[in-house]
């Protein structure tokens, strides 16, 4: 399985932005995907979660009502939507499939200004 994320950037405060990881290769066994956040100098922290047949999603508490997560079967591309963005969500955002392994994008760089 491989993973690539787009969509990341610089923002102000209160604005928007939306994730995307294109999923590839065994994309069959993948039961969970997700978007985990690590800060400078923090460990990696889960975001959100969707159960990739389902659609049941997890959000963390610092993200719910803010953020949306999404999954397009047909496309294989998973999204993260991110409105009222503050600057405490600044970090590198990664792509995580979750099925017979464990999978990870290169992560994208999302930065709010205050």
């Known amino acids: 399985v491989q993973l690539v994320e787009s969509g990341g950037g610089l923002v102000q405060a209160g604005g928007s932005l939306r994730l995307s990881c294109a999923v590839s290769g065994s994309t069959y066994e993948i039961v969970v995907m997700a978007w985990y956040r690590q800060a400078p100098g923090k460990q990696r922290d889960l975001v959100a979660s969707i159960i990739k047949s389902s659609g049941f999603t997890n959000y963390a508490d610092s993200v719910k009502g803010r953020f949306t997560i999404s999954r397009d079967n047909a496309k294989n591309t998973m999204y993260l939507q991110m409105n009222s963005l503050k600057p405490e969500d600044t970090g590198v955002y990664y792509c995580?499939?979750?099925?017979?392994?464990?999978?990870w994008g290169q992560g994208t760089q999302v930065t709010v200004s205050s």
């Open positions: 995580n499939t979750k099925g017979l392994a464990n999978y």
